[in-house]
């Protein structure tokens, strides 16, 4: 095993025990020796798992600059910015679709943008994208709140119902179910 490899392991050891403030300091290390694109997104996320969200912030936008056409720090970043500034999020999560048109929480995610900027028929759209994509019962739940907050209650019932039939144990679809009886 490769050194790298060696502290990417130290490293993810130390995440699972809860020890973030130290794998943070190990991360740095790696990353100041190393332009690995996911390395420096792990760095990035350690701050955000710290609390750091601003320093995570500097720290994406830093990755991007670095690497621009590196899709999981686009949707990081995106991330981030949904609950300070949708318009900012979206720009990151078409950028995103764009270098992996196939990310299906992407375009969830993007639904979930358009939905909450008034653009109920974009958020459909890619909402039913995604879920065409990967089908999740996270995707069908937030299609079906769409679809019944837009007054179409027997399409959200159905997506309620297949949300439960992908995972039974998925509490939020089965509440809205029981609240529709």
């Not at 974009?122 to 679809?147: D, F, H, Q, V």
């Amino acid at each position: 095993m490769s050194d790298i490899e060696d502290q990417r392991d130290q490293l993810n050891q130390l995440i699972q025990n809860g020890h973030l403030f130290e794998a943070l300091r190990l991360a740095e290390a790696i990353r100041q020796d190393n332009d690995d694109p996911y390395i420096w997104l792990d760095y990035a996320m350690l701050f955000m798992s710290t609390g750091n969200m601003a320093e995570a912030m500097r720290e994406l936008r830093k990755l991007l600059k670095v690497h621009p056409d590196f899709s999981h720090g686009w949707h990081n970043l995106a991330g981030l910015l949904m609950s300070d500034d949708l318009y900012e999020a979206e720009k990151a999560l078409r950028r995103t679709i764009q270098l992996a048109p196939d990310d299906a929480t992407a375009r969830m995610n993007l639904g979930y943008v358009f939905y909450r900027t008034g653009r109920t028929k974009s958020a459909i759209t890619s909402m039913r994208k995604s879920i065409r994509l990967e089908p999740t019962a996270e995707a069908c739940y937030n299609l079906g709140r769409i679809l019944r907050v837009a007054g179409r209650a027997e399409e959200a019932r159905k997506l309620y119902e297949k949300s439960l039939v992908l995972n039974p144990n998925f509490s939020p679809a089965q509440d809205e179910l029981d609240e529709m009886l």
